[in-house]
């Protein structure tokens, strides 16, 4: 469909919880394409359709998009969950919604992450490190969750982006 905007903090539209989707609804695919769209125009490996202005529960991940890093490949999911969390871990963490700032959130390096396919098949995934971040990073999205939400502190992890010039 097309590439949009990507909403930036502190817009409102991020902070809102998303509805569920049926897999049925037409407006679904255009949803997912323009996910899709904007994301292959980003330097990100991740989007949430609040990002792109939807309130509805829909994320594609696609971590292969990094050098070095494999998972499985470009995911779509409708109305995902995190059904398990395994390995605490402190991680560096950046959002194309946030592109100024990084900081030290307190994430899983295991995830099993649940969610329906665009036809409607349920899809189960075990995902691991960075593959495992991106999708708890996109539920938070849904959930009206910025990563900036989970710093602990400000003063001492929260970083500015250095410019490139």
């Known amino acids: 469909m097309a590439i949009r905007p990507i909403l930036q903090y502190p817009h409102q539209g991020l902070k809102s919880n998303s ?3 049926l897999p049925a609804d037409p407006a679904v695919d255009d949803v997912v394409q323009d996910l899709l769209d904007t994301l292959a125009a980003s330097p990100g490996v991740a989007l949430a359709a609040p990002q792109i202005g939807h309130a509805v529960q829909i994320i594609v991940v696609d971590v ?3 050098k070095g890093e494999t998972g499985h490949g470009l995911v779509v999911l409708l109305n995902p969950v ?3 969390l395994e390995g605490r871990k402190i991680v ?3 959002c194309l919604s946030a592109p100024d700032y990084t900081g030290n959130v307190l994430r899983h390096e295991e995830a099993i992450v649940e969610g329906l396919a665009q036809d409607g098949r349920i899809i189960t995934i075990n995902a691991r490190g960075f593959e495992a971040l ?3 990073h996109e539920v938070d999205h849904l959930n009206g969750m910025l990563f900036l939400d ?4 400000l003063s001492t992890d929260l970083f500015r982006r250095k410019t490139r010039g």
């Open 19 to 21: 509805a569920a989707v």
């Open 64 to 66: 292969s998009r990094k």
């Open 150 to 153: 989970r710093i602990q502190s």
């Open 134 to 136: 991106a999708f708890q």
């Open 82 to 84: 995190i059904l398990a």
């Open 92 to 94: 560096r963490e950046g």
